[in-house]
């Protein structure tokens, strides 16, 4: 049996006992598929810890860069209170609009925003509008503008914060320090500023499963 059959039987596994049959996420992954947008949501297990992370953290404020289909982002509105707020950025409309459909569906359009447009433009306009500080941030968007990516996040955070930095693995590729891909070298700027930064405890995970070998980072907002 091959690596990729075993990390799929696994992911099953553990997506049957761990995280049961829900319609509106199904739909959601059919809705996106159906309108053409790529197959790069998270797992299943893998949006069920980002709800865990959200509930152990007490968030109450979430930033996501990256919507695509919305999948992750219910997931991770699914940990908010009534009163929480979600702020989910996507530079595709076309993205937005799918997404925008499925969050609404699932019962949560009164808890998330979506910004359409390049995130390095939509950040510095919600920094400007002085939000609460956001109790977790979940990176999942183009990878060779993930350092900057980080440091809004630490801007808009506070001590205690958590960030969360998906798809870090590349493969493997981030250990290739002579690689010019414009994903790994933001991947391995991301993971180095968390390793130097003052203010960041962080580590990083690697992960296999249905999505194949990859992993993510995580940071916690220090004092």
Not at 92 to 115: C, F, M, Q, Y
Not at 153 to 172: E, H, M, Q
């Amino acid at each position: 049996m091959s690596e990729s059959k075993i990390w799929d039987d696994v992911d099953d596994y553990f997506t049957t006992h761990l995280t049961p049959d829900d319609e509106v996420l199904a739909a959601t992954l059919r809705d996106s598929e159906a309108a053409g947008l790529p197959q790069i949501a998270v797992a299943a297990p893998q949006g069920k810890l980002l709800q865990l992370f959200a509930e152990i953290q007490g968030a109450r404020n979430i930033l996501e860069i990256g919507t695509l289909g919305g999948y992750s982002t219910i997931w991770l509105a699914r940990a908010l209170p009534a009163d929480g707020r979600l702020v989910s950025l996507e530079y595709s409309p076309r993205h937005a609009e799918v997404a925008t459909r499925n969050i609404a569906r699932a019962g949560l359009d009164k808890l998330v925003e979506i910004r359409v447009g390049p995130a390095l433009e939509s950040l510095p306009r919600l920094a400007d509008q002085a939000p609460a500080p956001f109790d977790l941030v979940f990176i999942d968007a183009d990878k060779d503008n993930n350092p900057h990516y980080l440091e809004w996040a630490l801007k808009l955070t506070r001590p205690g914060s958590l960030i969360i930095v998906d798809n870090v693995v590349r493969g493997g590729r981030v250990a290739d320090s002579g690689s010019t891909a414009p994903d790994v070298t933001g991947t391995r700027a991301a993971i180095e500023l968390i390793g130097s930064h003052p203010k960041l405890s962080g580590t990083a995970i690697q992960t296999v499963g249905s999505k194949g070998y990859d992993g993510f980072a995580l940071a916690r907002v220090l004092p």
